[in-house]
């Protein structure tokens, strides 16, 4: 997969890219990213991305200009199909559904707003997904971005060193993850389940199945009705 990032914020995303999960992906090469900072196609001397907002009030609006060319320019570095993807907390609220329809495609371009709001003929002019992390307020979508691809890298073939952990994992199974232990035994008088100890491997899966059944249901109910009617 390749993954464009479009911002004027670039640099917040170069430690993200390069640790964790997502960095192991890239160096393994699942996926390649880029970054294009939006100013780079500013069309005035003082490389300006905003203006005043048409009919006044208070705050700056990102341009058309800036957006397009970038966004052009990016998109015409590879023929092949893409996906592009709008961060705006007036998009539809980002689900691990949608994280696995995203990790199918071959390009994801992602462009994220930011100041007090974009033109909006961004949003119309742009055939782009809108997406939201959530129902709060970031002052950009460099946050969401982010998450976003963390979300997607994950799932992408090779990415996770163990390949089983990710379909193990809380929301790919619909319930949230049974409790985890490892040495020591014992903690500042805290133990470990029996069970975990007893290498009963048919017994340690039922247990865990039981915990995340029970958690799911204490924590997040709606989890275990989600997809029905
Ligand atoms: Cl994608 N952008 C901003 N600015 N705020 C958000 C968001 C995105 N998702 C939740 N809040």
């Not at 996906?83 to 998009?91: A, I």
């Not at 990415?159 to 089983?164: H, K, S, V, W």
């Not at 199945?209 to 009705?225: F, G, M, N, S």
Request: proline share 6%; net charge negative; aromatic share 6%.
């Amino acid at each position: 997969m390749r993954i464009d990032v479009l911002t004027l914020f670039p640099e917040v995303f170069e430690v993200f890219l390069a640790s964790s999960i997502v960095g192991r992906a890239r160096a393994a090469g699942c996926v390649s990213t880029q970054l294009t900072n939006f100013r780079d196609f500013a069309r005035d001397r003082h490389r300006s991305v905003d203006d005043r907002p048409f009919g006044g009030g208070p705050g700056m609006v990102l341009t058309c200009g800036p957006v397009f060319d970038a966004l052009e320019h990016v998109e015409a570095q590879d023929s092949g199909p893409l996906t592009r993807v709008l961060l705006t907390p007036q998009g539809r609220k980002l689900t691990q559904a949608m994280v696995a329809d995203l990790a199918r495609e071959p390009r994801l371009v992602l462009i994220c707003g930011h100041y007090e709001g974009f033109d909006e003929r961004i949003r119309s002019g742009i055939d782009a997904r809108e997406i939201s992390i959530g129902d709060y307020v970031l002052s950009g979508g460099e946050p969401a971005a982010m998450v976003l691809i963390d979300a997607v890298v994950r799932l992408l073939p090779g990415a996770l060193g163990d390949e089983a952990s990710a379909a193990n994992d809380s929301f790919s199974a619909g319930l949230l993850e049974y409790p985890q232990y490892t040495r020591p035994r014992e903690f500042r008088g805290m133990t470990v389940p029996e069970v975990l100890l007893s290498g009963d491997h048919a017994k340690v899966a039922l247990w865990r199945k039981e915990q995340a059944l029970k958690r799911t249901l204490q924590r997040r109910p709606d989890l275990i009705h989600a997809g029905e009617a």
